[in-house]
């Protein structure tokens, strides 16, 4: 039995007369049981339901993408349009204007990580999987370093390895004795502080929105189960988790664009010489 449906089961449960109340979703959401473990290299592997959704998404963006591209024609059908939508709003928007003029070149890159964010958060309202694969801290962190591995690469490729250091902790114009405490700030936030925030911005806001879901949507059952008064605020449970559900649509859209331009900006400073 997954997480969602042991909280539902719960709260189904809980006696109509008092009993022990509400019981409100918690961490447990986050950490559903194993579906198959094993061992690789002596590492040990767990499949859970969120991965299972993390491939599935992967898989229809893939064959979206497909589709979209296989039979590319001068007048588009539907779904061409609405891939190259997609790409050009990434192309233009992102890598021309944010990255530069030197970033068409990162445009697919670029495109393939917003269309793969935005696959998975898409799942947060999908009936049967309700829950983004990035609302598990784990999956944004693995993106944010590797964004962060190619930031560092493409900073050293373009300007060398001793210009590209030495302008991120010795910046150009600052008075050599500030650098005591400039260099500190700049070694943290160049190294540390952008992977972590790229990663953290996208969890929490995943996280707070599935959290907020569950919430509405289990305390409308219990609120619809009591035979006394309470049983009025279900259907205003009942609505918020309908207006929930169009608001996490936005933030779907909203932090899967936020990530890849956050990505397009640490490209342009890698890029230019001067930070």
């Not at 560092?152 to 150009?172: M, V």
């Amino acid at each position: 039995m997954t997480s969602s449906a042991h909280t539902l089961g719960t709260v189904l449960a809980v006696d109509s007369g008092g009993g022990d109340g509400f019981q409100a979703p918690g961490l447990g959401e986050f950490y559903p049981e194993t579906v198959a473990e094993f061992s690789l290299l002596g590492v040990d592997f767990a499949i859970t339901r969120i991965t299972i959704i993390l491939w599935i998404a992967t898989a229809l963006m893939l064959a979206f993408v497909i589709a979209a591209s296989r039979k590319a024609q001068i007048v588009p059908g539907k779904l061409q349009f609405i891939g190259e939508s997609g790409y050009s709003l990434v192309r233009d928007g992102i890598a021309r204007d944010v990255v530069g003029p030197k970033g068409i070149p990162f445009a697919p890159f670029l495109a393939s990580l917003f269309f793969f964010i935005l696959a998975n958060n898409f799942m947060a309202i999908v009936p049967f999987a309700q829950i983004s694969p990035m609302s598990k801290f784990a999956f944004p962190l693995v993106l944010a370093a590797f964004c962060w591995v190619l930031y560092i690469y493409i900073g050293i490729r373009e300007q060398g390895a001793g210009k590209y250091f030495k302008d991120i902790l010795f910046l150009p114009g600052v008075p050599k004795p500030m650098y005591i405490l400039v260099t500190p700030i700049e070694l943290l936030q160049n190294f540390v502080v952008r992977p972590f925030t790229l990663a953290v911005r996208l969890f929490a806001n995943m996280f707070a929105g599935h959290m907020l879901l569950v919430v509405f949507s289990l305390g409308a059952v219990y609120l619809f189960g009591r035979d006394n008064f309470s049983v009025i605020f279900g259907p205003v449970s009942a609505l918020m988790a309908i207006v929930m559900t169009f608001f996490e649509l936005l933030v779907i859209f909203l932090q899967a664009y936020v990530f890849t331009v956050l990505m397009g900006t640490y490209l342009n400073g890698s890029i230019e010489a001067d930070h």
